[in-house]
Structures are given as C-alpha cells and as structure tokens.
DNA sequence: TCAGCTCCAATTTTT
DNA sequence: TTGGAGCTGA
C-alpha cells in the first residue's frame, strides 16, 4: 500500500489527496491534523509540486519546528518554506523594506521595548493619558493594528476618551518606531498585510512565489493574518486552512474567530474535510468535552468520536482548601509513579500563572520532580537584553531603545538630565540618539564631564560596530569586556549578579553553538532575529522525565496520559473578567475544552471550597461549566470538606436577602440537628455529589440558577466546631450544608439555646438551635 | 544614582 | 500576597 496513504482513515486521505484549490480541515483535538499536513506537502511534493513553492504557516516556533522535523522526516532534503507567521513576516519586510519606510537591517522590539517606546512618546509629547496605563494604550494600539488599522487611519470614536489618546499616541508611536528603524510584533504582520494590499505587483508576486500555503491553527488567525494569507491566494487560491473553532482561545489578542467560520464564504468552492475521530483520548473523557463544548452557540458543529477504550470516568472532585486540592494531586501522582507510571505522564493545568505555587509545593513536599512552562524568559532577562541592545546597536545604529538602554549600562555617569537634552537635540535636528551622542560637544546645557563620558560612549560604540562580521560568540565576548560589563558583575557579591553573570555565560554558549551551526560570521542579525522571535517557552522539555504545570493556554496542542485541571471555580474559569460577555464565556468554555482535550487516559477536574487569592482566603463558587457536563457519568468526589459542603450560589441571590428581612416567631420544632422538620423545597438543581447525587437535568443550567445542596450525611453540628453560637450576628451571611448561603433574620437565646431565623435563597426561611445546626458563618 | 519606601493592581501572552 | 512603578532622601 503506498505509505503516503497507510494507516489514514478516510477523511484524512481526502485532505492529504487535495491539491488545488482552497480546503479547509476542520481538526478536532487529537485528530492526526499535523499527520494529516505532513503527509499532504508529502503528496504536493510527489505531484510535482516545487518545495518552494509551498509555504506553511503556524503561530508558534514549536510548532513550527515539530512541523518541519516531521516534514523532513517524510520528505528528505524537501526544501519547503516552514514559519511562523512573525518570521515569515519579519523576512518578507526585510526584502520589501523600503516599502514600508524601513530599512533592511531593522530592529524587532519586544513588548518591553515597544513598551518602553511608547512611554517615552507619551513623555515627549507631553500627551495626557488621563488615568490610562501605558499598558492600555499599548494594547488599542495593538488591537487596532490586528484589526490592521494603521496609525493614519485611526479614527477615535466618539464617547471613548481611551479612543482619543490612541488617536494621538498612535502615529507618534509609530513615527518613533519608523525612525528607529524598528517594528514591534504587530508590525511584522501589518506592515505585510498593508503592503499587499497597497502594492499589487508585490502582491501578485509573492501570490505566484508561494502558490501553495497551509496554515495550521487557522482559527487563531487576526485580521492582519487573514489578509496576509488571503492576498497571497488570489491568483492561486491553493490555501489549505486547519483549525478547529472550538479550540480557539486567543480572542483576547485579537484572534477573530470569525476568520474561520466564514472561510466557505470567502471561498465559495472550497472542499471542507472533517476530522472527527479522536485518536487520543477514552471515550469517557471525550463525550465530557463533548457535552462541555456544546453549550457554545458560536461554533460549527462537530461529532467527536473516537474507538479507543472506555477508559475510567472523568473524576470530579471538591477539596476543601487549594492546600488539599495541592497535595491530593501529589498524592495521586505519587501513587502512580509508585504504580509503575512516569513523571512524564503527568500534567497539571491551570487558568492563572498565580495558581501554581501552591501546586508547586504539593509536587515538592512528595520530591515528584517538575517543570513549568511560563512563557518569555531567557531572553527577557535585563542582563541578556542589555547585552543584545549593544549587537542591537551594532546592526542598526538608529535604534534610540538600544541607545537609551546601553547608554548607561554600566554606569558611567550618563544621567537622566543628560540623555533627556540628548534626546531633545536629536528629535531638533532629527537625528538617531546615537548621532547626537556623537555630536554631544553642540549639545546646549552639556557640561565637560558629561560631553566627554557621551563622547567616549559613541567612541565605544563606533568600536564594537566594527565587529559586525565576526562571529557571534566574539562579538559578544568584546562587547562584555570592553563595556566592563561583565568584570561589574564578577566583583560583585550578591547571589542576583552570580546569577547573571552566569546566564550571560549561557549566553555566550548559546553564542557558540550559533556559530557552528552558522560557520564564517557576518549573522549578527539572523542571530538576533532568533531572540527576538523565540521565547523559551518553545525549549520545553518534551524529553525530560517530569510533570508538567502549565496555564491552559500553554496546553494546546499537547497531549498526557493524566491530566489535572485545577480551580475549576466561578471567577477563575472562568475568569471574572470574561463572566458578563458571552463571547469572552464562549472562549472560557473553549479554554476548559482545550484543557480537558489534552488527557489521553485519566482527567480530574477539581476545584477548592476555599481558596486562598491575593491574601485573602475566600469561599468559592464552582465553575458552572461543571454544570454542563455529563455528571452522571462522572465520578464524584468530596475530600476532606468537613461539616460544610460549598454552596455554589449566584451573587445576587445574596444580595436580594439583604433586602429583606422578615421576622418570625420561634418554633421549637427544631430536630436533632438544629434543623427545623424538612418542608417541602423545590427541588434543587442539584449539585450533588456522592452516592445521592441526583442526576444530572440533560440541559445546562445557566450560571445565575445554580443553587446547590450537597446532601451530606453527618454535617457536623456547630457546637462540634469549635465556633460560639456567639459569632454569629444579625444581618451576617451565614452558609448551610443543605441550603447554601442565607442571611441571618432574626436572633435570640444565648449560649446553647441561641437561635436563629435564616432565610435562604431557595429554602425560604428557616429557624435553628444554632449549637445544634450546621451553620458556619460565611467563609468559615 | 540608587536603595528603600509606599501604594496600587492583580488573565491568558503564539511573536 | 506579590510585584511593579513611582517617589524620596542620602
């Protein structure tokens, strides 16, 4: 049988047979989508298709390079285009600089550069932000720029004072920018995306350049992308899109969604190929993604389906506190490694970096080996970018960023005084910082002292630019000694410089290894290219023998044999900032998809009654999202939550007892428990966990109607508690195992015969023997 | 210039 | 609780 072909299902020989035309794979998670690619440049390339002629687009390095190892490996010595779309960008802008008012050797400024950019524009033109951050106005501006919106065609909108100040901080921004000769990580996608659309000789030119292009993750794609790709598919429209829309959790930086939804409408004739059969995942934990991602209205329906085992229920389980939930999962890690498991096969996934620690702690109490995957590290560190700004200088002397980040670093003298009279007579004569710098004897209000220490800057400068041919490894070695930067960190004792010295000392052996791959010198700017486009996020170590923690984001597109996903709880996941925009829930909902998409064997999904946040320790609400799955299938767990079950309850529900307080009479007809005789309540929308759990409705229950009883035998009476029937106070929010939140009406008694009268938000009022019950005042 | 203080805010982060 | 930014005094 031809290889090409072996082992495919019949979908996936559709999409890789494809030639012409646009397709569009609609991938479920662990569908073969990559299988799926490689094999179909595989075919092109057999078909006849020249390897340059075919361009393959991902979002990530990682991906990009799992991509391009996997193409090399089905097609040897192929020499097909793989990038990412930033690279790809940045190369196209290098060739077509002057297209868009660079030159060649241009500067990429990180977001911390063009932070700092955009600051120093706001200072200069002594614009008013109000009380918006920088970090706001950066982000309009990026968001318009993914929208492509260039600076010149900003139009404020009218009630919007944010709007405004963009429309002014904009265009400076990005004049300062084109004057540096620099781009920040939009541009390398607008300054593209614009020039085909302005210039169509470049456009019909780099159309036949790259008759075939694929783009992976298709449904993370911004405008700007879009554009991108789409101008390059006119006169050859072999675009091949694979994406799957529930998986895509980058709205938030401008990913529109809609790029994919409506790719059959911007190509009329395309051929739509699904890929529904998981080959990753049990059937237990698919058809609870499944169930999960259905309540989203915005997407294109799909039938996941798969003919792996059964597999062990999808655990559900409440811990008490975010300690219990910590060291539960160590513990189950533990017990599977003991069991013959490795480390490896683990991973624990979370909404927010800030959950990690407490994780951390649990892996390191049991000696579990770790690793967590944060993005931009290495090359952010402010002793490796102060030495790139000096290689930053060399390739591009009119990048004021690097100017203004060397100039002083290490100290020698240059004050802020200084450099702000340097900056002002660049801006008069509209020179680079780096030009003034040479000047500084013209500079007015320079006294002797600083004019010498600026002169012999740019004399440094001027010095090391003369290496610019050489090696990397040398380059960076002269540029350490003759600024001294190094021998500052050497003499020094603190435990922060040892550490820097010696990631510059991983620095250098990066370095090294650069220029053995790259043999003659002259790469400088391929070299920082690199840094500039590669975080350390894409050195995860796939091969290391560990668990892995990550945010959920970082999780797509990675697959465990057991997976934890923690904190599943109203205002974490979702996020609170996503919970009143039903768009931004969909994308919430996407992200637990993603999440829970990645175990192949085992997933638990856990979330905390109480749990510690910004210093302050908090009763939670649970995810409605665990509404919305199959809980009858799922195995219910309670560990360790004594006496109180969390209550899931919709803030307003609360609010609305407050409103109203009502009086009653006390009745003794309280039994055992302090609990008045059970009335008849409408029945809950259960919540349930454990051998009683009601089943679950069919239906998803939106966030606002969920009011849980744990039903619980053997809630532990107050007085078992430790708690005075003192503590609690008229007015005061009180929690019940059965009846979730209340509010205190009505008091009287002292000491064990202290009563109160609470009304619930669904149990209407109730009265108890306070030592008796099993009331806790709230968060307690 | 820099250490040390106070105050404030607090996702996610392909590049 | 943590971390960053901005301010102040030496």
Redesign the pocket.
């Known amino acids: 049988m031809d290889p090409l072909f072996a082992n495919l299902n019949p979908a996936q020989c559709e999409a890789v047979r494809h030639v012409e035309g646009p397709m569009l794979v609609l991938a479920g998670p662990g569908s073969g989508k990559t299988r799926v690619v490689t094999h179909r440049i595989a075919h092109l390339l057999r078909e006849g298709v020249r390897p340059r002629e075919i361009l393959a687009l991902?979002?990530?390095?990682?991906?990009?390079e799992e991509m391009k190892l996997r193409v090399e490996t089905m097609s040897p010595g192929s020499r097909v285009w793989v990038s990412?779309?930033?690279?790809f960008g940045?190369r196209l802008l290098r060739e077509y600089a002057g297209f868009v008012g660079l030159t060649p050797n241009f500067t990429?400024y990180?977001?911390d550069d063009s932070?700092q950019t955009l600051?120093r524009v706001i200072e200069a033109g002594k614009i008013r932000t109000a009380?918006y951050?920088?970090d706001r106005i950066a982000a309009a501006i990026s968001a318009a720029k993914n929208q492509l919106i260039t600076a010149d065609r900003y139009e404020p909108r009218i009630g919007s004072p944010l709007s405004q100040i963009v429309a002014e901080v904009y265009p400076a921004y990005q004049q300062r920018l084109l004057a540096s000769s620099a781009v920040d990580?939009?541009d390398?996608l607008l300054h593209v995306a614009n020039m085909l659309y302005v210039n169509d000789d470049v456009r019909a030119e780099l159309d036949e350049r790259y008759r075939f292009i694929l783009v992976d993750?298709y449904q993370?794609?911004?405008r700007a992308q879009y554009v991108m790709v789409r101008a390059m598919s006119v006169d050859h429209p072999n675009l091949a899109a694979t994406g799957d829309p529930d998986q895509s959790?980058?709205g938030?930086?401008?990913?529109d969604i809609k790029n994919i939804l409506q790719f059959e409408t911007d190509f009329p004739q395309v051929r739509v190929v699904r890929l529904e059969q998981n080959y990753r995942s049990t059937k237990a934990v698919l058809r609870v993604a499944d169930q999960l991602i259905r309540s989203n209205m915005r997407r294109k329906a799909k039938s996941l389906f798969t003919d792996n085992a059964e597999g062990d229920p999808v655990k559900l389980v409440q811990y008490s506190t975010q300690d219990d939930e910590a060291r539960g999962i160590a513990d189950q890690i533990a017990a599977g490694i003991a069991a013959g498991r490795r480390p490896r096969d683990f991973a624990i996934f979370y909404?927010?970096?800030?959950l990690s620690?407490v994780l951390e702690r649990g892996l390191r109490e049991h000696g579990i080996p770790y690793q967590m995957?944060?993005?931009?590290e290495f090359y952010q560190r402010k002793e490796i970018k102060d030495v790139l700004a000096y290689c930053q200088l060399i390739n591009n002397p009119r990048d004021d960023q690097a100017t203004l980040r060397t100039i002083?670093t290490?100290?020698r003298?240059?004050?802020?005084?200084?450099?702000d009279r340097l900056s002002e007579f660049a801006y008069q004569h509209g020179i680079s910082l780096l030009d003034a710098c040479r000047e500084a004897g013209q500079v007015e209000g320079l006294n002797a002292r600083a004019i010498k220490s600026v002169a012999q800057f740019a004399a440094l400068i001027d010095r090391l630019s003369l290496l610019a041919g050489a090696a990397l490894e040398e380059i960076l070695g002269t540029i350490l000694t003759e600024t001294k930067y190094r021998e500052g960190l050497q003499d020094s004792e603190s435990e922060d410089d040892l550490n820097r010295l010696a990631n510059i000392e991983e620095l250098l052996t990066d370095a090294r290894q650069f220029d053995e791959a790259h043999p003659g010198g002259g790469h400088l700017e391929e070299y920082l290219e690199n840094a500039?486009?590669?975080?350390e996020?894409?050195s995860w170590e796939t091969e290391s023998d560990k668990v892995t923690m990550?945010?959920?984001?970082?999780a797509?597109g990675l697959e465990f044999p057991v997976v934890f996903v923690v904190a599943f709880e109203q205002g974490l996941l979702p996020?609170e900032?996503?919970l009143n925009d039903d768009e931004?829930m969909e994308?919430e909902r996407r992200?637990a998809f993603v999440g829970i998409t990645r175990a192949k064997e085992h997933l638990q999904l856990s979330y905390a009654v109480h749990r510690?946040f910004?210093?302050?320790r908090r009763r939670t609400v649970p995810s409605p999202f665990l509404l919305e799955m199959p809980r009858e299938e799922m195995e219910l767990v309670s560990i360790g939550a004594p006496g109180g079950w969390d209550v899931p309850t919709d803030w307003e529900d609360v609010h609305d007892l407050h409103d109203d307080s009502h009086h009653f009479e006390i009745d003794p007809a309280v039994d055992d428990h302090g609990v008045e005789a059970e009335a008849p309540t409408e029945d809950d929308d259960s919540f349930a966990f454990g051998a009683n759990a009601a089943p679950a409705p069919a239906k998803s229950i939106p966030a606002s109607q969920v009011t849980t009883a744990a039903r619980l035998a053997g809630a532990k009476p107050l007085a078992a508690s430790g708690i005075s029937p003192d503590a609690f106070a008229q007015g005061m929010t009180v929690m019940h195992p059965e009846h979730g939140p209340g509010k205190i009406v009505a008091l009287s008694g002292s000491g064990a015969n202290r009563r109160a009268t609470v009304k619930f938000a669904t149990a209407g009022e109730r009265r108890f023997v306070l030592a008796h019950s099993p009331l806790r005042p709230a968060g307690r």
Request: glycine content about 6%; charged content about 25%.
């Open positions: 991902t979002f990530t390095n990682k991906a990009s990412t779309f930033h690279r940045a990429i990180d977001t932070r600051k009380h951050s920088p990580f939009d390398l993750e993370d794609t911004n959790i980058y938030w930086r401008g990913a909404r927010v970096n800030a620690r995957i944060r993005g931009q002083n290490p100290v003298g240059i004050g802020r005084k200084t450099i500039w486009l590669v975080n996020t894409d990550m945010t959920l984001h970082a797509k996020h900032r996503s931004q994308e992200l510690d910004r210093g302050q």
